[in-house]
């Protein structure tokens, strides 16, 4: 087996607001993940076109978007952050990858069959490729840690399926080429914690996510004070008190999800959270979850404005990320190119 270097990298779409799912699922544990890897944070906009955007806000939700994580705590010094368009690797390897996964494979994606609903003729082929798109954005670099929220999860089995394919379709050419096998390396999805998958607030069996149509679903991480509270405030619950131990959580959705968020907000685990909570009434509980999400959230939203003045900035934070990005990819892409018999040497 040959031994991979260990590298983080995660990718995020800029179609419009950060959510608290988007903030808790995958940011948070981006930020911890810097103190202890080399990571690359990629602002995936060859994701977001696989629907309809419009171009001038692309380019807007691209700098917030960035903007946002580091708010967030991304140091864009020490680690990677850019725009995946720059960096032409993505698309390159995405069509190699084309050629290695199976329709099949792809057909079983539950994303794609919620994304393109009843209307599945008329999606675009880049929807149903999509996520040959993102074995690419990790495979590129060799990426062997992806941190993600529970949703992304069956992508990534993609990933590692198509790393495997490839590595065992070009077993002999990598080894006529003296390179190390197993040549790509399958790639960790790391999920976990109580925020892996942060629900609606007005139902708690669909995820929080930027496309329901309900802006009262979801904490956008430009919310402020009063906006958070009224939301939480209109929170679907039940009529029953918070329970003292998890096992009360079951057949209660919401209660299971606020108490999540509550717990991934605080840094404890969901059973201290009821330890502490268990009895209460949610109107109590519901102002407490208010004053610890304004907390975390108002100076995100605070730093994300205050980069968002100065757009050349952040421009130029990209374009140092995508030489950065570039200078791990070309070699990769190189010998993949290689591999796969594109070049002679
Ligand atoms: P995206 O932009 O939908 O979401 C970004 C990250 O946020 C997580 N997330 C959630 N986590 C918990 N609860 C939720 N309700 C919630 N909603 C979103 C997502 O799991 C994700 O981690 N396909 C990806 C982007 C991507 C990518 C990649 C990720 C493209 N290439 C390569 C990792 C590696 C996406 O659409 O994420």
């Keep these: 087996m040959t031994t991979h270097t260990s590298r983080v990298f995660s990718g995020i779409q800029p179609t419009g607001n950060l959510h608290l799912g988007n903030y808790?699922?995958?940011?948070?544990?981006?930020?911890?993940?810097?103190?202890?890897?080399?990571?690359?944070?990629?602002?995936?906009?060859?994701?977001?076109?696989?629907?309809?955007?419009?171009?001038?806000?692309?380019?807007?939700?691209?700098?917030?978007?960035?903007?946002?994580?580091?708010?967030?705590?991304?140091?864009?010094?020490?680690?990677?952050?850019?725009?995946q368009?720059?960096?032409?690797?993505?698309?390159?390897?995405?069509?190699?990858?084309?050629?290695?996964?199976?329709?099949?494979?792809?057909?079983?994606?539950?994303?794609?069959?919620?994304?393109?609903?009843?209307?599945?003729?008329?999606?675009?082929?880049?929807?149903?490729?999509?996520?040959?798109?993102?074995a690419a954005d990790i495979l590129l670099y060799k990426a062997t840690h992806v941190p993600v929220g529970d949703d992304q999860k069956q992508h990534l089995e993609l990933s590692r399926d198509i790393a495997q394919k490839f590595n065992s379709d070009f077993a002999a050419s990598v080894a006529a080429l003296d390179l190390a096998a197993d040549f790509f390396p399958l790639p960790e999805p790391l999920i976990a914690g109580p925020a892996t998958r942060i629900m609606s607030l007005r139902d708690g069996r669909a995820k929080m996510s930027k496309s329901d149509p309900s802006d009262m679903t979801r904490i956008n991480m430009m919310d402020d004070a009063n906006t958070i509270a009224r939301k939480f405030q209109k929170a679907r619950t039940d009529p029953e008190p918070l329970p003292s131990s998890e096992a009360g959580l079951e057949g209660r959705p919401e209660a299971d999800n606020l108490v999540g968020i509550y717990a991934a907000l605080a840094g404890h685990a969901k059973a201290e959270v009821l330890s502490e909570f268990g009895g209460s009434q949610f109107s109590a509980f519901k102002k407490a979850l208010t004053e610890i999400a304004v907390e975390r959230v108002a100076p995100v939203a605070a730093e994300t404005k205050r980069l968002m003045d100065d757009p050349g900035q952040i421009d130029a934070i990209l374009v140092d990320g995508a030489a950065r990005a570039r200078a791990i990819a070309d070699p990769v892409l190189r010998s993949v190119k290689q591999v796969v018999g594109l070049i002679q040497d």
């Design 24 to 83: 808790l699922g995958a940011i948070t544990k981006w930020v911890a993940l810097q103190e202890s890897h080399e990571c690359l944070f990629c602002v995936v906009d060859l994701h977001a076109i696989t629907v309809w955007q419009d171009p001038a806000e692309l380019v807007r939700n691209t700098r917030e978007v960035t903007a946002a994580v580091i708010a967030a705590g991304i140091d864009p010094k020490k680690h990677i952050v850019f725009n």
């Design 85 to 134: 368009s720059q960096v032409s690797g993505h698309a390159e390897l995405a069509w190699i990858f084309n050629c290695v996964a199976r329709m099949g494979w792809l057909s079983r994606m539950t994303q794609f069959k919620e994304k393109a609903g009843k209307h599945r003729e008329n999606a675009s082929v880049g929807l149903f490729a999509y996520p040959n798109l993102m």
